[in-house]
């Protein structure tokens, strides 16, 4: 397989087959956590299309060689849903879907939350919210010091954005104008104890990342074609990172989870799994037969 580097600006992506990998990375978060017995379902299959759109249409990377030393890095910082982040993994390539199943399980490289090292494509280990903004900052000053073109892209979650560390983070990477980091704030308004506005209100979340310097896009974070255009624009960005704020549905394509915050760290029992996959398998057909 040859590197994946699409160049955004320069090619068209075939919405369909992004779509379908969604609705897959779906299907295998489902089957995980069943599995499992124990995980995060809401953001992981909120945040789908995002990853799908990441790396089958923005990231440029190799899934036959992870340590390519030209691949773009991406840095998972809500590491609880790491699910989603396993499951486009091994759609991408990166690993057989079939240790997909070893999720939580004791001795498997299918942790709780990313482990660097344990799995091919992982590049920070995450826990603790609000270290993965760091993180991402000290790679991207990294890559404008050795003077590379890679970007790095971190992904958040809304309810993270309640500690000081990573505004900290945030009014770094603009006074070094990071052109090369993209910041992705999957914004469900929902965290374990309630929705955003309940426990921490982030509002005017938009202008005060303007007021910190950074380039702010605001998209549908479940449309694939707005996605990809906020990648596009974040591409073309110079001279300040940019933040693409993604309102998303948390458990997005499952009627029952979508939007409740119950669902943030619960996994489904089978009988609730069979009713997820048969809503997602439904979808899948008339998304093949478009």
Same mark, same amino acid.
């Given at each position: 397989?040859?590197?994946?580097?699409?160049?955004?600006?320069?090619? #068209?992506?075939?919405?369909?087959?992004? /779509?379908?990998?969604? =609705?897959?990375?779906?299907?295998?978060?489902?089957?995980?956590?069943?599995?499992?017995?124990?995980?995060? +379902?809401?953001?992981?299959?909120?945040?789908? %299309?995002?990853? /799908? !759109?990441? @790396?089958?249409g923005a990231l440029r990377h190799d899934p036959? =060689?992870?340590?390519?030393?030209?691949?773009?890095?991406?840095?998972?910082? =809500?590491?609880?849903?790491?699910?989603?982040?396993?499951?486009?993994?091994? *759609?991408?390539?990166?690993?057989?879907?079939?240790?997909?199943?070893?999720?939580?399980?004791?001795?498997? +490289?299918?942790?709780?939350?990313?482990? #660097?090292?344990?799995?091919?494509?992982?590049?920070?280990?995450?826990?603790?919210?609000?270290?993965?903004i760091s993180q991402a900052v000290g790679m !991207?000053?990294?890559?404008?010091?050795?003077?590379?073109?890679?970007?790095? @892209?971190?992904?958040?979650?809304?309810?993270?954005?309640?500690?000081?560390?990573?505004?900290?983070?945030?009014?770094? !990477?603009?006074? @070094?104008?990071? %052109?090369?980091?993209?910041?992705?704030?999957?914004?469900?308004?929902?965290?374990?104890?309630?929705?955003?506005?309940?426990?921490?209100?982030? *509002?005017?979340?938009?202008?005060?990342?303007?007021?910190?310097?950074?380039?702010?896009?605001?998209?549908?974070?479940?449309?694939?074609?707005?996605?990809?255009? /906020?990648?596009?624009? !974040?591409?073309?960005?110079?001279?300040? +990172?940019?933040?693409?704020?993604?309102?998303?549905?948390?458990?997005?394509?499952?009627?029952?989870?979508?939007?409740?915050?119950?669902?943030?760290?619960?996994? +489904?029992?089978?009988? *609730?799994?069979?009713?997820?996959?048969?809503?997602?398998?439904?979808?899948? #057909?008339?998304l093949e037969a478009i």
């Amino acid at each position: 397989m040859k590197p994946i580097d699409p160049g955004l600006a320069e090619i #068209k992506t075939d919405m369909k087959r992004l /779509a379908i990998a969604a =609705n897959s990375i779906r299907q295998d978060i489902i089957r995980m956590l069943v599995e499992s017995k124990s995980g995060h +379902p809401a953001g992981s299959l909120g945040m789908a %299309d995002v990853f /799908a !759109a990441l @790396y089958f249409g923005a990231l440029r990377h190799d899934p036959t =060689n992870p340590s390519w030393d030209a691949r773009d890095r991406v840095v998972l910082s =809500n590491g609880h849903i790491c699910p989603v982040l396993y499951a486009t993994l091994a *759609e991408a390539g990166y690993f057989p879907k079939a240790q997909l199943i070893s999720l939580r399980k004791l001795g498997s +490289p299918l942790q709780g939350h990313p482990h #660097k090292g344990a799995l091919p494509g992982i590049e920070n280990s995450s826990g603790p919210l609000g270290q993965g903004i760091s993180q991402a900052v000290g790679m !991207a000053l990294v890559g404008k010091r050795e003077k590379k073109d890679w970007r790095v @892209y971190a992904l958040l979650g809304d309810g993270e954005l309640d500690e000081g560390q990573v505004w900290e983070a945030f009014l770094l !990477a603009s006074k @070094y104008k990071l %052109d090369n980091l993209v910041a992705i704030i999957d914004r469900n308004n929902i965290q374990i104890d309630g929705t955003s506005d309940e426990v921490l209100p982030l *509002e005017p979340l938009a202008d005060k990342f303007s007021s910190f310097g950074w380039n702010v896009i605001v998209i549908d974070g479940n449309n694939l074609n707005a996605i990809l255009h /906020a990648f596009g624009m !974040a591409q073309s960005c110079t001279d300040k +990172p940019s933040v693409i704020i993604a309102n998303t549905i948390s458990g997005k394509g499952v009627s029952f989870m979508e939007k409740k915050f119950g669902w943030h760290g619960k996994s +489904p029992n089978k009988d *609730e799994g069979d009713l997820a996959l048969k809503e997602l398998a439904e979808e899948m #057909k008339k998304l093949e037969a478009i």
